[in-house]
């Protein structure tokens, strides 16, 4: 699957309905923006993407780039973390966000917070992500991974 039109028919697929060629084009722009080669794999994660958290005041650039500094920052950490170290790397980006907010990110991503649990990187990632989306939508912009 090669040519913009096998891609395009593998992301309406996975969308679950045909998309204009204004769609269409948008959706390639924004794949090219984020340095995303236009493949069907790469269009069907957006998709996912957009079906994770599809009401996101961030907006579909937004999610990307939440994504891309989740994964930036599960990579540096490498193993598993317990559910106190990822509240404070929370802290440390300023993520401050009601108890119960927090807790809902855990739930969402990994089943439920404990103090003590040690979390996979996908599960810090899905935490992180809703995090940074919180930041965004609180404060506009996302928070800096250095």
Do not use: C
């Amino acid at each position: 699957m090669g040519t913009y039109e096998d891609v395009r028919l593998a992301y309406e697929l996975a969308i679950g309905r045909r998309v204009t060629d204004t769609h269409w084009w948008r959706t390639r722009k924004l794949l090219q923006k984020h340095q995303m080669k236009i493949t069907a794999k790469n269009a069907q994660f957006l998709v996912e993407l957009r079906k994770q958290i599809p009401k996101s005041a961030v907006g579909v650039s937004g999610l990307l780039d939440a994504y891309h500094k989740a994964e930036t920052l599960t990579k540096k950490v490498g193993g598993t973390m317990t559910g106190a170290e990822v509240t404070n790397i929370l802290q440390q980006f300023g993520i401050t966000a009601h108890r119960t907010t927090i807790s809902r990110w855990f739930k969402k991503a990994a089943g439920g917070y404990q103090k003590k649990r040690d979390y996979t990187p996908e599960e810090i990632k899905g935490i992180l992500i809703s995090a940074f989306l919180y930041k965004a939508s609180q404060t506009g912009k996302l928070p800096q991974v250095s």
